[in-house]
């Protein structure tokens, strides 16, 4: 429809009109320089020379003030300042709790790997992977806290002299030996049903009720299973036909194993 004589262009419209010309005469300047013999080249060598000063420019920033640079941050890592700052950061109760949390998946992951794996070989020699496991933690256990015992009368024996004759010590030292590793599992056993070792396995010793062993049979269970051990760990065996899985020191004390 053909405008009128009283409708003229709006100011917008000519604005518009201006900036779409004066962009069009530049990109055709652009594009005529650009064809024109000779420029080109001088263009690509201006920005390289653009380039190289840049870098020389930057390189100099670079030798200026990174001294400065490593000066500040050496002062800033010996402030009172950081080292406050620091503390409040690894004393704080959410990092604490994180490491915590991270620590205890990491050791549950460990235990439960460890234990499938016991699983699979218990079912391949009935369940003797696991006692021996059980057992071997149990008596390192034991052995430590007889070295203790022991390091402690020596100081003292020290102190008196030492003790006379040889022999003696020595029996005194196995009978020794013998009587903490048994108030070791008596102790253990009678208190929970099971021990350190047994508990890194899952395993626990019951009675016929289903509940820990009393001490009095605890320790019966202790002195069957050295005797058990005594004759090349022949007490031992029932345990791969018995289908409770029940070795010499089980029959005597009339406990089971089982799964805790």
Known sequence: MAATGDERPSSDDAGLGIVFATAGMGLAAARLI???PGLASYF??????????????????????????????QQFLESPQFEQALERVLTSPKVREALTHQTASYADELLVRMRARLEELDRRCAGLASRTLAFAVDLALAHVGFLLVSA?????????????????????????????????FT??????????????VGLRVVDRFGSPPRAARAAVRFVALLVAIAPMFLGLVPILFDPRRRGLQDFVARTFVVTA
């Open 34 to 36: 650009a064809r024109t």
């Open 44 to 73: 690509e060598r201006a920005a390289a020379r653009g380039r190289e000063e840049v870098g020389t420019t930057a390189e100099r920033l670079v030798v200026v003030f990174e001294p400065e640079a490593e000066k500040m941050l």
């Open 152 to 184: 402690l009368g020596a100081l003292v024996a020290g102190l008196v002299g030492g003790l006379r004759p040889t022999w003696l010590f020595g029996t005194l030292a196995a009978l020794g030996w013998v009587l903490l590793v048994g108030a070791y």
């Open 187 to 200: 102790f253990f056993w009678s208190l929970a049903g099971q021990t350190p070792g047994m508990r890194l």
